[in-house]
């Protein structure tokens, strides 16, 4: 903690290695908390990208007051997200899917399975409420602790692990009745 406040530090003053330890550190957390919530990878990518130039320009204003950079990281993610969604809603779009190059039968065998259980944990998903969505995405996507996840969300840790346990409960017993047709 105390590393990463110098680079912050650092980093306020204009050291761009310093911005470049912290873009490596936090780089991973951020494009797989973005990615499972847009799910689409290349979309992901570049809104990764931007919300690290968000966070270049605007680290000066950056102030800990307790609030860990990786909480300040996720906020602006979370805002790049929102502003990508109400574009989206503006504009239809159609998956290109098709247009993957196609591997060996094994392969692609593994890769259906694979997508069609992602598909049913992302459909699962939907069935949460928007706090327990976030709270999901932040915990198991982008790897924050609990207290992390709460000061990201402004809701104390006990509220997050209500909401993380309720989640998984929820999740859970919609997985389970998709298995098993509609039966536990």
């Known amino acids: 903690m105390q590393e990463e406040l110098n680079l912050v530090q650092r980093a306020r003053q204009g050291d761009q290695e310093a911005f470049a ?9 951020i494009f797989r ?20 130039v968000k966070a270049y320009e605007s680290i000066g204003s950056y102030q800990s007051q307790g609030v860990p950079f990786t909480a300040w990281l996720f906020r602006i993610a979370h805002n790049q997200m929102v502003d990508y969604v109400r ?12 247009s993957l190059p196609i591997a060996d039968e094994t392969d692609l065998e593994h890769d259906v399975e694979t997508k069609i259980e992602m ?17 999901i ?18 809701k ?6 209500a909401l ?21």
């Open 21 to 29: 330890q912290l873009y490596e550190a936090h780089f991973d957390k």
């Open 33 to 52: 908390y973005v990615v499972l919530k847009i799910r689409n990878q290349a979309e992901a990518e570049d809104m990764t990208q931007q919300v690290f």
């Open 87 to 98: 574009k989206q809603s503006r504009k239809p779009t159609v998956p290109l899917d098709e």
């Open 119 to 135: 598909e049913k944990v992302v459909l699962a998903t939907k069935q949460l409420t928007k706090a327990q969505r976030e709270v």
């Open 137 to 154: 995405s932040l915990r198991f996507a982008g790897g924050l602790s609990i207290t992390e996840a709460a000061k990201t969300m402004r």
């Open 156 to 161: 104390s840790e006990g509220a997050i692990k």
């Open 164 to 184: 993380q346990h309720s989640a998984i409960l929820s999740l859970r017993k919609t997985l389970l009745v998709g298995e098993n047709g509609g039966k536990y």
